[in-house]
């Protein structure tokens, strides 16, 4: 197999023969130890809306920015955040068709660990099994990694708290206090570094993901988007609930309020 080069036209080999390309598949390294499926699979994730995950002092929090494509959408269609059994919840970035049978996945594995052990499936054995579906998938040649960066939160009964874990495309996985994920991640990370978490419930971190998604956008280019959110705290008795709707409408025109003003004000400051 022979490093390759572009010529413009097409790719050939050192020696002028056609080469390999490396992109072909995902079982495929390229000279340099780089697998191009998943690099292409994370830009898929990167173009998608922001996911942000927060582990405050009373439980964890998952917010996503659900991007409408068309006005005509009804605004529950398309979910990015889904309760995967009574304790446990995810929520992805990406190509929404993909998923679905992650989040379908994550539920038959909560079930089966249930009904086989008789207690709920601890936090970090749902995101090391989902970590080994989506790795599965980039060592197979006829697959494709999935286009998803995905955020699990889920309680544990052991030191009683819930955690909050983010899969990338690759099938690596961590825990994390505050992780961000698809369009602009980098600014949003920015943003999640300046909270004290310890201090912040999960109904303030709300309204700070809505001014951390309102902060990234630019209106300009940006679709409209519905704020979907996720959480496990104290006063749902350490269950995973979607966070109602009225909710989540307030967080939303209260991060783009603040937005709005700090705007102005940065006008003020430039005049």
Not at 55 to 77: F, H, N, T, Y
Request: proline share 5%; hydrophobic share 35%.
């Amino acid at each position: 197999m022979l490093p390759v080069e572009w010529s413009g036209e097409e790719w050939t080999g050192l020696d002028g023969a056609p080469g390999i390309v490396y992109d072909l598949g995902c079982n495929i390294y390229s000279p340099d130890g780089r697998v191009f499926q998943i690099e292409y699979a994370a830009k898929a994730v990167e173009n998608s809306g922001a996911l942000i995950g927060l582990k405050c002092k009373d439980g964890v929090i998952i917010g996503a920015e659900k991007l409408m494509p068309s006005r005509l959408l009804m605004e529950s269609s398309g979910r990015r955040v889904h309760p995967v059994g009574m304790h446990a919840g995810i929520a992805f970035t990406g190509y929404a068709a993909d998923g679905r049978p992650v989040v379908n996945a994550a539920r038959q594995e909560v079930e089966n660990y249930h009904d086989y052990y008789g207690v709920d499936m601890p936090p970090h054995t749902l995101a090391e099994r989902l970590g080994h579906y989506f790795h599965a998938y980039t060592t197979y040649g006829g697959y494709r990694p999935f286009g998803l960066t995905t955020m699990v939160t889920s309680f544990d009964e052991v030191t009683q708290e819930p955690f909050l874990h983010m899969i990338d495309p690759s099938g690596t996985q961590f825990r994390f206090h505050g992780a961000a994920a698809g369009k602009s991640k980098q600014a949003a990370k920015t943003e999640i570094e300046k909270l004290n978490l310890k201090a912040l419930t999960c109904a303030e971190a709300l309204k700070r993901i809505s001014l951390i998604i309102h902060t990234i956008r630019e209106e300009e280019k940006d679709k409209p988007f519905v704020l979907e959110a996720g959480w496990i705290t104290a006063d749902t008795d350490w269950k995973f609930q979607l966070v109602p709707k009225n909710l989540r409408d307030e967080a939303f025109e209260w991060g783009k309020a603040e937005f709005d003003k700090m705007d102005d004000d940065d006008d003020d400051d430039e005049d």
